[in-house]
C-alpha cells in the first residue's frame, strides 16, 4: 500500500470513529461528568487543605485518565462487533492504517479526558499550569491511546477477555502516571521525567505498531 493510500485509509478510518461518536455521542456525554466526578470526590477524599490538595493534583489528573483508558478499550472495536462487522473492516482495511485510524480516535478522546480534568483540577486545586505539564499530556496520552488501541482489539474477540482489561491496561500504562504527575508538580525537575516520558511512549508505540497486524489475524 503506497503512502498517500496509507494516508487516505488512515483519514477514512478515523473519520468513521469521530461519525460512530457524533451518532451516539457516547464519550461527549460520559467524559465531562466522569471527570467532573472524579476530580470532586479526589478533592474531597485528598482535602481539605490547600496544601495537600496541590500536592496530589497532578496524580488526580493523571488517575482519570488512565481510568479511561478501560472504557475506552471496550469501544475500540465494540461498535464493529455489536453490528458485526469487525470481520469485514479487517479484511478491508490494511492493519496499519486501521491501526493508525483507531490510535488517532482514542489519542483525542483521552487528550479531551485530559484536558477536561485538568482543567477542573487548575480551578479546584488552585494550580497553575506548567509547561512540562502540557509535554507530558500530549505524550502520555498518545502513549496511553496506543496501548488502549492493542489491548481493545486484544479483548475484542471474546467477551470472557473483558475481564482481563483493567488487569492489562492499568498497569501498562503506570510509567504514563508516574512521569505525568511529576512533569504536573511544581518544583519537580523536568528533564528526566520529559526523557522517561518520550522513551515510554516510544517503546509503547513501537510495540503496539508491531503486534497490531497479529491480532487482527486472530
Do not use: C
Request: no cysteine; aromatic share 8%.
Amino acid at each position: 500500500m503506497t503512502e498517500p493510500t496509507t494516508r487516505a485509509a488512515t483519514a477514512a478510518v478515523f473519520r468513521r470513529e469521530v461519525a460512530v461518536e457524533l451518532a451516539g455521542r457516547e464519550a461527549l456525554v460520559t467524559t465531562a461528568p466522569f471527570a467532573a466526578a472524579f476530580v470532586v470526590l479526589a478533592g474531597l477524599s485528598f482535602g481539605p487543605t490547600p496544601q495537600h490538595l496541590a500536592a496530589t493534583a497532578g496524580g488526580t489528573t493523571w488517575l482519570a485518565v488512565l481510568v479511561a483508558t478501560v472504557p475506552l478499550a471496550r469501544a475500540v472495536a465494540g461498535a464493529e462487533m455489536a453490528e458485526d462487522s469487525w470481520d469485514a473492516l479487517r479484511g478491508l482495511v490494511a492493519p496499519n492504517p486501521l491501526f493508525a485510524g483507531k490510535l488517532l480516535a482514542t489519542w483525542a478522546a483521552l487528550a479531551l479526558t485530559w484536558v477536561l480534568s485538568g482543567a477542573l483540577v487548575t480551578v479546584l486545586f488552585d494550580v497553575p499550569v506548567l509547561p512540562g505539564a502540557l509535554y507530558g499530556g500530549a505524550v502520555g496520552t498518545l502513549a496511553l491511546a496506543a496501548a488502549t488501541t492493542t489491548f481493545g482489539v486484544l479483548v475484542a474477540s471474546g467477551a470472557r477477555r473483558n475481564g482481563l482489561l483493567a488487569a492489562l491496561i492499568l498497569p501498562a500504562g503506570l510509567p504514563a502516571l508516574l512521569a505525568g504527575t511529576q512533569l504536573a508538580t511544581p518544583g519537580v525537575a523536568v528533564l528526566p521525567w520529559s526523557i522517561l516520558m518520550t522513551l515510554y511512549a516510544m517503546a509503547v508505540l513501537t510495540a503496539a505498531w508491531a503486534v497490531f497486524p497479529v491480532l487482527l489475524e486472530e
